[in-house]
């Protein structure tokens, strides 16, 4: 007796996108305090055809939002849930790593196990 193939999520969700003819989605990663080389990073990837998402809010920026401490915190957390969220439905992964001379003592950081499934492109902008 044959059992019949059980799709994945994500293997629905591909199957889904090849219906729609949706060109490709790529997802922008990397600190924040590279917004400017994410969004330099944003304009060739749409010249190119590609739907992009990347960071909407830069958490490191002075803003309002960040007055109070405990929201400020909250909404970093849901600021990453919907990244990696992103990072699902992308179907390329561009991390934007601007090198220093001195690397940080953070770097570098396990690849987290979401994105060893995805296309990975590292760019390494001149700064």
């Not at 990397?30 to 010249?47: P, V």
């Amino acid at each position: 007796m044959s059992y019949p193939h059980l799709f994945t999520p994500e293997e629905k969700l591909a199957d889904a996108k090849k219906l729609l003819s949706l060109p490709r989605i790529v997802v922008i990663c990397g600190s924040t305090r590279f917004m400017t080389e994410m969004t330099e990073a944003d304009l060739r990837e749409t010249k190119a055809g590609k739907i992009v998402v990347k960071p909407g809010i830069d958490m490191k920026s002075p803003h309002e939002f960040r007055s109070d401490p405990v929201e400020a915190e909250a909404l970093k957390v849901r600021l990453d849930d919907l990244h990696r969220a992103k990072i699902r439905l992308a179907d390329e992964v561009l991390v934007v790593n601007v090198r220093l001379s001195s690397p940080s003592p953070r770097s570098p950081r396990a690849v987290p196990p979401v994105l060893r499934s995805a296309s990975t492109a590292l760019c390494h902008p001149q700064g």
